[in-house]
T-cell receptor
Framework: SQQGEEDPQALSIQEGENATMNCSYK?????LQWYRQNSGRGLVHLIL?????REKHSGRLRVTLDTSKKSSSLLITASRAADTASYFC????????????FGQGTRLTINP | DTAVSQTPKYLVTQMGNDKSIKCEQN?????MYWYKQDSKKFLKIMFS???????INETVPNRFSPKSPDKAHLNLHINSLELGDSAVYFC?????????????FGNGTRLTVT
């Protein structure tokens, strides 16, 4: 079953604006990861946040994690046309072998 | 110098046929995976191998058989293909002894069963 659920499913904004995507999950996790998928390509890892971290930055990306609410958000600041892609959160459950469980993704479109 | 490479990129075949997808990684990782992405973009793990040993085997029909000849390769063989097998199949790798590390994905194999 899918663990992560992204919200919204689709987001369209103007270039230069900020984009925020949310992810909710159900079980206890070791870490939560965000990936980007360009059309027709594989997923590319963006950022990993561990369960004991609350916020992490990488360039124009900011990720937050609230384990009490079992939710995470990905903020992309000053968006560019090249940011157009699908964004997925993936949870690494706390037990067992590493098995990332992905959500359905948010389709982000940046309009020039 | 592609890190995770899959072949073929596209595979169109008829129901009942048997087909294979190959995957190779040159990252020196010890763990490899097969994921399936359906038409609604859901991405679900199928198998995982660590140093050629199967460590994750999700509820996948036994028509799907992974094979790992060495830790740099993980192939997927599918027998008696069905319409519902149509999807994009992704290979991925990671380094397990670095803890829960990110996955590196190939560009996918789009399988269409007619």
């Amino acid at each position: 079953s899918q663990q992560g659920e992204e919200d919204p499913q689709a987001l369209s904004i103007q270039e230069g604006e900020n984009a925020t995507m949310n992810c909710s999950y159900k079980t206890s996790i070791n870490n939560l990861q965000w990936y980007r998928q360009n059309s027709g390509r594989g997923l590319v890892h963006l950022i990993l946040i561990r369960s004991n971290e609350r916020e992490k930055h990488s360039g124009r990306l900011r990720v937050t994690l609230d384990t009490s609410k079992k939710s995470s958000s990905l903020l992309i600041t000053a968006s560019r046309a090249a940011d157009t892609a699908s964004y997925f959160c993936a949870t690494d459950e706390i037990q067992g072998a590493q098995k990332l469980v992905f959500g359905q993704g948010t389709r982000l479109t940046i309009n020039p | 110098d592609t890190a995770v490479s899959q072949t073929p990129k596209y595979l169109v075949t008829q129901m009942g046929n048997d087909k294979s997808i190959k995957c190779e990684q040159n990252l020196g990782h010890d763990t490899m995976y097969w994921y399936k992405q359906d038409s609604k973009k859901f991405l679900k793990i199928m198998f995982s191998y660590n140093n050629k040993e199967l460590i994750i085997n999700e509820t996948v029909p036994n028509r799907f058989s992974p094979k790992s000849p060495d830790k740099a390769h993980l192939n997927l063989h599918i027998n008696s293909l069905e319409l519902g097998d149509s999807a994009v199949y992704f290979c991925a790798s990671s380094q397990r002894d670095r803890g829960r590390s990110p996955l590196h994905f190939g560009n996918g194999t789009r399988l269409t069963v007619t």
